[in-house]
């Protein structure tokens, strides 16, 4: 058994927000890839964005691929950035990698604030990559995006690595991870960029899935459709190692019962 990093797991955080700045989603993610896949992934994504016409090369602009972009951002105004997401997340396919994600819904769990539910969702995730590792029979690294720190918490990289190395708090031990989570800055790489793509996709997909489902809920009827064709190059690219055992899917919404739904409506996995 190796434990050499052959697999990289990039993962970012997407908090979506109520009136007010009352948090009502938290979500963690990203992708699982083969080491050997990273060269030909940055190819491919900066083909799609030159095919495009952005001007990836200017320094002038700045074209940091962000699911949900500032004022600023080259694609800030640009109304066909959701079908450019969309081809940017088709360019996974092709790479065998495989989508990872947990999302909260924070206003169905009141006893997490939204701290808790980071910390749940981060842990949820970094389980799901070490089945997939096992699974494999191989060692993985994981890579975040860069987090400005503070004096009051500890960052995500640190607390993503004490899980590693303690175990989660009901048992879960790590075997395949390496214990230090590497923060890098998600303007200069690019699968950080698309594990943002795929957090801040799937985050808008299932909050609108929710909002449907409460009575009386407008689900964002003006930009349900730009959600759904990002969504339609992520579609089928979640991990799925068994049929019956949680911990092998890559796609935890919490609270549970919103995620058979979910699954049945939006088709996460691969087809058989």
């Not at 450019?84 to 909260?104: C, E, I, M, W, Y």
């Not at 997490?112 to 539910?117: E, N, P, Q, S, V």
């Not at 640190?158 to 390496?178: C, D, H, N, P, T």
């Amino acid at each position: 058994m190796s434990t050499e990093p052959t697999w990289y797991a990039f993962l970012d955080e997407s908090t979506l927000y109520e009136r007010a700045n009352q948090v009502e989603l938290v979500a963690y993610g990203g992708f699982v890839v083969a080491r050997s896949e990273l060269a030909r992934m940055n190819l491919e994504f900066e083909r799609v964005l030159r095919d495009r016409g952005v001007p990836i090369d200017d320094p002038k602009f700045d074209t940091e691929v962000k699911y949900s972009p500032q004022k600023g951002n080259f694609f800030y105004n640009r109304t066909d950035r959701h079908e450019l997401f969309r081809d940017l997340l088709l360019g996974l396919a092709p790479r065998k990698a495989s989508a990872v994600a947990t999302l909260v819904y924070c206003g169905r769990i009141k006893k997490w604030t939204a701290g808790d539910a980071r910390a749940q969702a981060r842990t949820y995730v970094v389980e799901r990559i070490e089945m997939l590792l096992r699974a494999q029979d191989a060692g993985g690294a994981l890579f975040i995006d860069r987090t400005t720190k503070t004096k009051k918490a500890a960052t995500p990289s640190a607390e993503i690595s004490r899980v590693i190395q303690e175990g989660s708090s009901y048992g879960f031990r790590f075997r395949r991870l390496a214990v230090e989570v590497k923060e890098l800055d998600s303007k200069q790489v690019v699968p950080v960029q698309l594990a943002d793509l795929v957090v801040g996709c799937v985050a808008h997909m299932v909050r609108n899935h929710i909002r449907e489902q409460r009575v009386g809920e407008d689900p964002f009827e003006h930009s349900k459709e730009f959600h759904r064709t990002a969504w339609s190059g992520l579609q089928g690219r979640f991990m799925r190692l068994a049929v019956k055992d949680p911990k092998r899917f890559g796609l935890r919404i919490l609270p549970s019962w919103y995620e058979e739904g979910f699954v049945l409506s939006e088709r996460p996995y691969p087809v058989d």
